[in-house]
């Protein structure tokens, strides 16, 4: 009775640009903790192999040291992991494979299955036929040959291919690898264990895509997991078991602020989110100088909470109240000017007038704050 | 607001109480000369305002050394229908007591409330000075400080605006200016003052721009490194697909076969080559064939041509025998008249010889006879010349001797006179009996003698008288004298002679004698100058020659009358000569002719006689036979040698030998083509694969992505301070703007108030005031143009009278606003000049209408036309 870890598209060495850099190193640190969780669960559950389903690495040229790390970070599970190029990785005349065996860093338990030969462990009972990508993108479907492939009867036979089902994922894929929806039945597959998509898919009861096992963009399909798969015997359906692994959810938020009493409701949205996230928070509607003080303030207090706060606050329309202008006692043009730059918040300029008006609203607080400690 | 009474004491000069009641609304005088108080009652005012009562830094309110006083400044003054009244003491009694309508503010109180009204601030900290007066400060001019505008506009700002802002409105604010200072503080520190970007934003846009470069180098070397591993996984494989075909070994096998059939042509070539060779030589052989066979036929016609030529020669040498015998007779003709020619030539010679001689005999006949008279002549004279020669050998005498013997007579004359003289004269003068001797001789009578030598005197009976004569020149004449007589007599033996004149008549003979030598010897010489024997010589040749011709001529025939002259014989012998010579020479060439002719002939008859025999050579016939076979065998042979070449050109042509030369050519190279790119293949796959495995080891997409990332963060950076920049520059304008505008509308009511007083002083004329509401500009008109003068730069008076117009202006903006004013003026308008003082009297005059005045001044004559009533300052302390 074999049992699997499924997993695909660790994509490591992948960068977030778009975050501040301590927050992008921990989110880049967090793929390869990713490995080292699944290597522990592997070994916990005994399985009689890992499988990759492609993209593990997210370029060609990573550093060697990333390459290592990467390795040393499978060192928990000393079982066999089946490994096969994606897009990402494909086994070119040179690629990031032929580096790590340069480099010796693939210990003799990773099996890197880059071309498509029957892979055999009669011992344990199964047969797998890889589908590892040569090219960068193929237009044929690299599973054809499990049709044709010969393998000792009586034996589990596991497919393990990188890329998307026809007909099923129409869109949002990563590459135009395609892969017969079909195939495990017209190859009499057992299971086939697929990567490229990064939420968890089930397709048909022979036919998964894990799913990355760290989230890596704002969409809610369902990744973070691995998938345990037990094979009773040979022809069986298999069992899936969709495991959590993830640590860090990604959360996006698109808010309204119409009164000031929104804010305090903002707050504890916030807090309902978990930890770890990372939190793309969008604002809409409008808001005081005053309330946008009070808005900053709220905004800094979740910033150290989550793994990553980013926010846009290019919505948010900033009024000035008369309670505004008496508070920062912005007499004479001054406060003349302060309607002005309301005004123009909707035209051309109006980032600059609402700009401008922030800092002409946070210049009078500051000179109060001086006054009041005279 | 309006001053009522004012009362001091124990304040500097005024120990005692002075006290001023009933100031007027409008215009208060105050005259008196220096030192008589005006200052101190200013200063009176000055302090109750402006001086803290509890400050102890107003010492000098209290009189000369009276340390004791405490200054007591009463004042009543009435503001917006109430009564105010404030008393201040200071130092020793330190009191502040505001009543305001019955309502009292002591102390602090008090002066707040009187600073509020006024506006003006309290020293912190010692006494009150300038920068705290506010609006007093502007329009209470302390003495000396008229011309100044400036500084007192500049402390009074604050309060101008606060108190002129009320007019305005919403429009003053009173925290802008400090806005805009830190607007502008926080602009230019992103921005610079034209608006380019400096700072940490000009730092984020360098930035964004290098990391832009930075990433655009490595994504090109990550295409790079993708193209690389595109080629690599293109040359492994060509590479596979090279080795299964192993093209180059295709290529030389096809080669070689194509070597093989183009050997076998070759091959063909070499026996065509052999063909054509002996096609050749059979052709060589017809030829000469038919050439043996032509000269047969030739020879016949040759023979015929030798006999024409033959009996050709034969006749012309016939023709040149003929012409022989008229030849040599013309020859011997010319012989035999040249052999006369020359006879006649001979004896026309001879006769011109004999002529010639006769000539010759008759010069030596007439030579004969003059030799002959000139030789008898020379004998007669050559006897004389002997004789006299002779002659003068027997006078043999010396001219130069005789000369010498003329000389000593002379001298010896000379000395004897001379001794005459000088010698001792003894003189005698005997009695007639008696002698003496002298000298051995007998001296008697009377006698006188000459001594010149020693001479003894003997006189018998007595003795011997010895007379010497004195001085040696006695001795030295006599002497001398003997001498010559001695050279005298040699002399005269010499020339055997007795006498000079001997000597002298004998020295004349002979010099005649000489002279007649001398032309004989001349005479001769002409006669016979080689001497007579040679004269006589010639004579006897000259006969001799005489003699000789004479036989000569004897042996030549007489010349007869008609004998040619020479000439003409000599030109007879030449034309014979020639024709002579012309005859031998036509006797030469015919018998050239003849033997040349000869020759030819014999030539002529030998070829025939050669190519005759020839002919008629038995063997000729079969040769010629044999030759007419051998051509036939020739042409047989030339045709089936045609035919072969011919088949076989066509086969060889066939097999294209030049085109399997190429096939050789082009297969091998296409092999080795095929193994040069194989190998170069294999050098490229090294290449790129080090290049890749070197490229690979940098992480190139990991740094990519990192770059990216720093890239992404520059951005934002460089975005947040561009927004930052452009909304402070927003604000920084429209905060600018907004301020300008309340100034033009501060501006506007002010230069309208200035340009009131102006008229009075200049028509025309406008003070422009700054932003800061400070007199700028003066423009006048004058002479039809615009003068425009800097208020600095006006003279000081003009400077005074256009402050103290602009403090005027500034009080009405106050009264207008509502606000308190009082004008207070210490000597004022000292520098003006009569007429602009007139006016600047006016002005006040019309401020008065509004405004009260306290003028004080020390010239009262200056101010006697203001209207008002002096007070005497003087008269006041009485």
Same mark, same amino acid.
């Given at each position: 009775?074999?049992?699997?870890?499924h997993?695909?598209?660790?994509?490591i060495?992948?960068?977030?640009?778009?975050?501040?850099?301590?927050?992008?190193?921990?989110?880049?640190?967090?793929?390869?903790?990713?490995?080292?969780?699944?290597?522990?669960?592997?070994?916990?559950?005994?399985?009689?192999?890992?499988l990759?389903?492609?993209?593990?690495?997210?370029?060609?040229?990573?550093?060697d040291?990333?390459?290592?790390?990467?390795?040393?970070?499978?060192?928990?599970?000393?079982?066999?992991?089946?490994?096969?190029?994606?897009?990402?990785?494909?086994?070119?005349?040179?690629?990031v494979?032929?580096?790590a065996?340069?480099?010796?860093?693939?210990?003799?338990?990773?099996?890197?299955?880059?071309?498509?030969?029957?892979?055999?462990?009669?011992?344990?009972?199964?047969?797998?036929?890889p589908?590892?990508?040569t090219?960068?993108?193929?237009?044929p479907?690299?599973?054809?040959?499990?049709?044709?492939?010969?393998?000792?009867?009586?034996?589990?036979?596991?497919?393990?291919?990188h890329?998307?089902?026809q007909?099923?994922?129409?869109?949002?894929?990563?590459?135009?690898?395609?892969?017969?929806?079909?195939?495990?039945?017209?190859?009499?597959?057992?299971?086939?264990?697929?990567?490229?998509?990064?939420?968890?898919?089930?397709?048909?009861?022979?036919?998964?895509?894990?799913?990355?096992?760290?989230?890596?963009?704002?969409?809610?399909?369902?990744?973070?997991?691995?998938?345990?798969?037990?094979?009773?015997?040979?022809?069986?359906?298999?069992?899936?078991?969709?495991?959590a692994?993830?640590q860090?959810?990604?959360?996006?938020m698109t808010?309204?602020?119409?009164?000031?009493?929104?804010?305090?409701?903002?707050?504890?949205?916030?807090?309902?989110?978990?930890?770890?996230?990372?939190?793309?928070?969008?604002?809409e509607?409008?808001?005081?100088?005053?309330?946008?003080?009070?808005l900053?303030?709220?905004?800094?207090?979740?910033?150290?909470?989550?793994?990553?706060?980013?926010y846009d606050?290019?919505?948010?329309?900033?009024?000035a109240?008369?309670e505004?202008?008496?508070?920062?006692?912005?007499?004479g043009?001054?406060?003349?000017?302060i309607?002005?730059?309301?005004?123009?918040?909707?035209?051309?300029?109006?980032?600059?007038?609402?700009?401008a008006?922030?800092?002409?609203?946070?210049?009078?607080?500051e000179?109060?704050?001086?006054?009041?400690?005279e | 607001?309006?001053?009522?009474?004012?009362?001091?004491?124990?304040?500097?000069?005024?120990?005692?109480?002075?006290?001023?009641e009933?100031?007027?609304a409008?215009i208060?005088?105050?005259?008196?000369?220096?030192?008589?108080?005006?200052?101190?009652?200013?200063?009176?005012?000055?302090?109750?305002?402006?001086?803290?009562?509890?400050?102890?830094?107003?010492?000098?309110?209290?009189?000369?050394?009276d340390?004791?006083?405490?200054?007591?400044?009463?004042?009543?003054?009435?503001?917006?229908?109430?009564?105010?009244?404030?008393?201040?003491?200071?130092?020793?009694k330190?009191?502040?007591?505001?009543?305001?309508?019955?309502?009292?503010y002591?102390?602090?109180?008090?002066e707040?409330?009187?600073s509020s009204?006024?506006?003006?601030?309290?020293?912190a900290?010692?006494?009150?000075?300038?920068?705290?007066?506010?609006?007093?400060?502007?329009?209470?001019?302390?003495?000396?400080?008229?011309?100044?505008i400036?500084?007192?506009v500049g402390?009074a700002?604050?309060?101008?605006?606060?108190?002129?802002g009320?007019?305005?409105?919403?429009?003053t604010?009173?925290?802008?200016?400090?806005?805009?200072?830190?607007?502008?503080?926080e602009?230019?520190?992103?921005?610079?003052?034209?608006?380019?970007?400096t700072?940490?934003?000009?730092?984020?846009?360098?930035?964004?721009?290098?990391?832009?470069g930075?990433?655009?180098d490595?994504?090109?070397?990550?295409r790079?490194?993708?193209?690389?591993?595109?080629?690599?996984?293109?040359?492994?494989?060509e590479?596979?697909?090279?080795e299964?075909?192993r093209?180059?070994?295709?290529?030389?096998?096809?080669a070689?076969?194509?070597?093989?059939?183009?050997?076998?042509?070759?091959?063909?070539?070499?026996?065509?080559?052999r063909?054509?060779?002996?096609?050749?030589e059979?052709?060589?052989?017809?030829?000469?064939?038919?050439?043996?066979?032509?000269?047969?036929?030739?020879?016949?016609?040759?023979?015929?041509?030798?006999?024409?030529?033959?009996?050709?020669?034969?006749?012309?040498?016939?023709?040149?025998?003929?012409?022989?015998?008229?030849?040599?007779?013309?020859?011997?003709?010319?012989v035999?008249?040249?052999?006369a020619?020359?006879?006649?030539?001979?004896?026309?010679?001879?006769?011109?010889?004999?002529?010639?001689?006769?000539?010759?005999?008759?010069?030596?006949?007439?030579?004969?006879?003059?030799?002959?008279?000139?030789l008898?002549?020379?004998?007669e004279?050559h006897?004389?010349?002997?004789?006299?020669?002779?002659?003068?050998q027997?006078?043999?005498?010396d001219p130069?001797?005789?000369?010498?013997?003329?000389?000593?007579?002379s001298?010896?004359?000379?000395?004897?006179?001379?001794?005459?003289?000088?010698?001792?004269?003894?003189? /005698?003068?005997?009695?007639?009996?008696?002698?003496?001797?002298?000298?051995?001789?007998?001296?008697?009578?009377?006698?006188?003698?000459?001594?010149?030598?020693?001479?003894?005197?003997?006189?018998?009976?007595?003795?011997t008288?010895?007379?010497l004569?004195?001085?040696?020149?006695?001795?030295?004449i006599?002497?001398?004298?003997?001498?010559?007589t001695?050279?005298?007599?040699?002399?005269?033996?010499?020339?055997r002679?007795?006498?000079?004149a001997?000597?002298?008549g004998?020295?004349s003979?002979?010099?005649e004698?000489?002279?007649?030598?001398?032309r004989?010897?001349?005479?001769?010489?002409?006669?016979?100058?080689?001497?007579?024997?040679a004269?006589?010589?010639?004579?006897r040749?000259?006969?001799?020659?005489?003699d000789?011709?004479?036989?000569?001529?004897?042996?030549?025939p007489?010349?007869?009358?008609?004998?040619?002259?020479?000439?003409?014989?000599?030109?007879?012998?030449?034309?014979?000569?020639?024709?002579?010579?012309?005859?031998?020479?036509?006797?030469?060439?015919l018998?050239?002719? /003849?033997?040349?002719?000869?020759?030819?002939?014999?030539?002529?008859?030998?070829?025939?006689?050669?190519?005759?025999?020839?002919l008629?050579?038995?063997?000729?016939?079969?040769?010629?036979?044999?030759?007419?076979n051998?051509?036939?065998?020739?042409?047989?042979?030339?045709?089936?040698?045609n035919?072969k070449?011919?088949e076989?050109?066509?086969?060889?042509?066939?097999?294209?030998?030049?085109?399997?030369e190429?096939?050789?050519?082009?297969l091998?190279?296409?092999a080795?083509?095929?193994e040069?790119?194989?190998?170069k293949?294999?050098?490229?796959?090294?290449?790129?694969?080090?290049?890749?495995?070197?490229?690979?080891?940098?992480g190139?997409?990991?740094?990519?992505?990192?770059?990216?990332?720093?890239?992404?963060?520059?951005?934002?950076?460089?975005?947040?301070?561009?927004?930052?920049?452009?909304?402070?520059?927003?604000?920084?304008?429209r905060?600018?703007?907004?301020?300008?505008?309340?100034?033009?509308?501060?501006?506007?009511?002010?230069?309208?108030?200035?340009?009131?007083?102006l008229?009075?002083?200049?028509?025309?004329?406008?003070?422009?005031?700054?932003?800061?509401?400070?007199p700028e500009?003066l423009?006048?008109?004058?002479?039809?143009?615009?003068?425009?003068?800097? /208020?600095?730069?006006?003279?000081?008076?003009?400077?005074?009278?256009?402050?103290?117009i602009?403090?005027?202006?500034?009080?009405?903006?106050?009264?207008?606003?509502?606000?308190?004013?009082?004008?207070?003026?210490?000597?004022?308008?000292v520098?003006?000049?009569?007429?602009?003082?007139?006016?600047?009297?006016?002005?006040?005059?019309?401020?008065?209408?509004?405004?009260?005045?306290?003028l /004080?001044?020390?010239?009262?004559?200056n101010?006697?036309?203001?209207?008002?009533?002096?007070?005497?300052?003087?008269?006041?302390?009485?």
């Amino acid at each position: 009775m074999p049992r699997f870890l499924h997993t695909a598209d660790w994509q490591i060495g992948r960068q977030y640009s778009k975050f501040a850099p301590d927050d992008a190193v921990a989110l880049a640190e967090a793929r390869l903790t990713a490995v080292e969780r699944i290597a522990e669960l592997a070994d916990q559950e005994a399985v009689d192999a890992v499988l990759v389903a492609g993209d593990v690495f997210d370029a060609q040229t990573v550093s060697d040291r990333t390459i290592r790390r990467l390795f040393n970070a499978m060192a928990a599970y000393t079982g066999p992991w089946l490994l096969i190029s994606g897009n990402h990785d494909a086994a070119l005349a040179e690629s990031v494979w032929t580096r790590a065996q340069r480099l010796g860093a693939v210990p003799d338990n990773a099996h890197l299955a880059l071309a498509p030969d029957v892979l055999e462990f009669i011992e344990a009972g199964f047969v797998v036929l890889p589908a590892p990508l040569t090219q960068r993108h193929t237009q044929p479907d690299l599973t054809n040959w499990f049709d044709r492939a010969e393998t000792p009867a009586g034996l589990v036979c596991i497919g393990l291919a990188h890329g998307s089902i026809q007909g099923v994922l129409a869109e949002d894929v990563d590459s135009p690898n395609p892969i017969a929806a079909d195939r495990a039945a017209t190859a009499q597959l057992d299971y086939l264990a697929l990567g490229d998509w990064h939420g968890t898919k089930r397709i048909n009861a022979r036919t998964w895509y894990s799913g990355t096992p760290e989230q890596d963009r704002f969409k809610g399909n369902d990744p973070g997991n691995v998938l345990l798969v037990d094979i009773p015997e040979a022809g069986a359906e298999p069992r899936v078991d969709v495991r959590a692994i993830g640590q860090h959810p990604w959360i996006q938020m698109t808010e309204r602020l119409t009164v000031s009493s929104d804010l305090d409701q903002l707050v504890t949205k916030l807090k309902q989110q978990p930890e770890k996230a990372v939190v793309a928070l969008r604002l809409e509607g409008e808001i005081s100088l005053l309330g946008k003080q009070q808005l900053e303030d709220t905004l800094s207090v979740a910033e150290a909470r989550f793994r990553s706060l980013g926010y846009d606050l290019s919505d948010l329309r900033l009024l000035a109240t008369e309670e505004d202008i008496a508070a920062l006692h912005a007499d004479g043009y001054v406060g003349q000017l302060i309607n002005e730059l309301r005004d123009e918040q909707e035209g051309d300029d109006g980032e600059a007038a609402r700009d401008a008006m922030a800092i002409l609203a946070s210049m009078l607080l500051e000179k109060q704050a001086r006054g009041g400690g005279e | 607001m309006r001053l009522l009474r004012l009362k001091a004491e124990q304040l500097r000069q005024f120990r005692e109480p002075v006290e001023i009641e009933d100031l007027d609304a409008g215009i208060n005088l105050f005259t008196g000369p220096n030192e008589s108080g005006k200052s101190t009652l200013v200063r009176a005012i000055r302090a109750a305002f402006f001086e803290r009562h509890k400050s102890s830094s107003v010492d000098d309110l209290q009189p000369w050394g009276d340390s004791a006083s405490a200054p007591t400044v009463e004042l009543d003054f009435e503001w917006q229908g109430q009564s105010w009244r404030l008393v201040k003491s200071f130092l020793k009694k330190k009191r502040c007591d505001l009543t305001v309508d019955g309502t009292v503010y002591s102390g602090d109180e008090g002066e707040e409330k009187l600073s509020s009204l006024l506006g003006y601030e309290y020293a912190a900290k010692g006494a009150s000075q300038q920068r705290h007066w506010g609006i007093p400060g502007l329009l209470w001019v302390e003495q000396g400080t008229g011309q100044e505008i400036q500084a007192p506009v500049g402390y009074a700002g604050q309060h101008l605006k606060a108190a002129l802002g009320g007019n305005l409105g919403e429009m003053t604010s009173s925290t802008g200016d400090e806005l805009i200072n830190q607007v502008a503080k926080e602009r230019s520190s992103l921005l610079t003052g034209t608006g380019r970007p400096t700072g940490s934003y000009a730092q984020a846009l360098a930035d964004e721009q290098g990391l832009q470069g930075q990433l655009s180098d490595i994504q090109g070397r990550v295409r790079e490194y993708r193209e690389h591993v595109d080629r690599l996984g293109q040359l492994r494989d060509e590479q596979a697909r090279a080795e299964a075909d192993r093209l180059w070994e295709t290529y030389r096998q096809q080669a070689k076969e194509a070597e093989g059939r183009l050997a076998e042509v070759m091959a063909w070539q070499k026996d065509q080559d052999r063909d054509q060779q002996a096609l050749e030589e059979c052709q060589t052989s017809i030829q000469t064939t038919l050439d043996l066979l032509n000269g047969f036929q030739g020879q016949q016609a040759e023979l015929a041509r030798r006999q024409d030529e033959k009996v050709k020669e034969e006749l012309a040498q016939a023709d040149l025998e003929a012409r022989k015998p008229a030849r040599e007779k013309a020859l011997a003709e010319a012989v035999q008249a040249h052999e006369a020619a020359r006879k006649t030539l001979k004896l026309a010679q001879q006769h011109q010889q004999r002529r010639e001689w006769a000539r010759e005999r008759e010069g030596i006949e007439a030579d004969l006879e003059s030799d002959t008279a000139k030789l008898a002549r020379a004998r007669e004279l050559h006897s004389v010349l002997l004789e006299n020669r002779q002659k003068r050998q027997s006078l043999d005498i010396d001219p130069q001797v005789v000369e010498r013997l003329k000389d000593v007579t002379s001298e010896l004359d000379r000395l004897a006179i001379q001794q005459d003289a000088v010698s001792t004269r003894l003189q /005698f003068d005997l009695t007639d009996d008696q002698s003496v001797t002298l000298d051995g001789k007998k001296v008697v009578g009377r006698s006188e003698h000459l001594l010149i030598e020693p001479g003894e005197v003997a006189i018998k009976g007595v003795g011997t008288l010895r007379v010497l004569p004195g001085g040696e020149d006695v001795a030295e004449i006599a002497r001398a004298r003997q001498n010559l007589t001695d050279e005298q007599e040699s002399l005269l033996s010499r020339l055997r002679v007795t006498s000079l004149a001997e000597a002298e008549g004998r020295l004349s003979q002979l010099r005649e004698l000489q002279q007649a030598i001398q032309r004989d010897e001349s005479l001769l010489n002409e006669s016979a100058p080689e001497g007579l024997e040679a004269l006589s010589d010639r004579l006897r040749l000259r006969q001799a020659r005489k003699d000789e011709l004479a036989s000569q001529m004897q042996a030549l025939p007489e010349q007869d009358d008609n004998s040619l002259s020479l000439s003409r014989a000599e030109t007879r012998l030449e034309s014979a000569q020639q024709a002579l010579e012309a005859a031998e020479a036509a006797k030469q060439k015919l018998t050239g002719d /003849f033997s040349l002719a000869e020759q030819s002939l014999n030539r002529a008859k030998k070829e025939w006689e050669r190519l005759n025999n020839e002919l008629q050579a038995p063997d000729r016939k079969q040769r010629q036979k044999q030759a007419e076979n051998r051509l036939i065998d020739l042409r047989v042979k030339q045709r089936s040698l045609n035919e072969k070449l011919l088949e076989r050109n066509k086969q060889i042509e066939q097999a294209k030998p030049a085109v399997l030369e190429q096939d050789v050519e082009r297969l091998n190279r296409s092999a080795d083509a095929a193994e040069q790119q194989e190998k170069k293949r294999s050098r490229e796959l090294i290449q790129i694969q080090a290049r890749l495995e070197a490229a690979g080891a940098e992480g190139l997409e990991e740094q990519s992505a990192e770059l990216g990332s720093e890239l992404e963060h520059a951005i934002r950076r460089r975005r947040e301070l561009e927004r930052r920049a452009k909304a402070l520059d927003l604000l920084n304008t429209r905060l600018r703007e907004h301020r300008l505008e309340l100034t033009r509308q501060l501006q506007e009511p002010l230069q309208r108030h200035l340009n009131h007083y102006l008229q009075l002083l200049f028509p025309e004329a406008s003070l422009e005031v700054d932003e800061n509401l400070i007199p700028e500009v003066l423009i006048r008109q004058g002479h039809g143009v615009e003068e425009r003068g800097k /208020f600095e730069e006006l003279s000081f008076g003009a400077r005074e009278q256009m402050a103290l117009i602009s403090r005027l202006a500034y009080a009405d903006l106050l009264l207008e606003a509502g606000r308190p004013t009082l004008i207070i003026l210490d000597d004022a308008l000292v520098h003006s000049d009569a007429a602009r003082l007139g006016a600047m009297k006016r002005v006040l005059y019309d401020a008065a209408q509004r405004h009260q005045i306290l003028l /004080f001044t020390c010239h009262p004559d200056n101010w006697r036309d203001l209207g008002v009533t002096a007070r005497d300052v003087e008269v006041l302390q009485g």
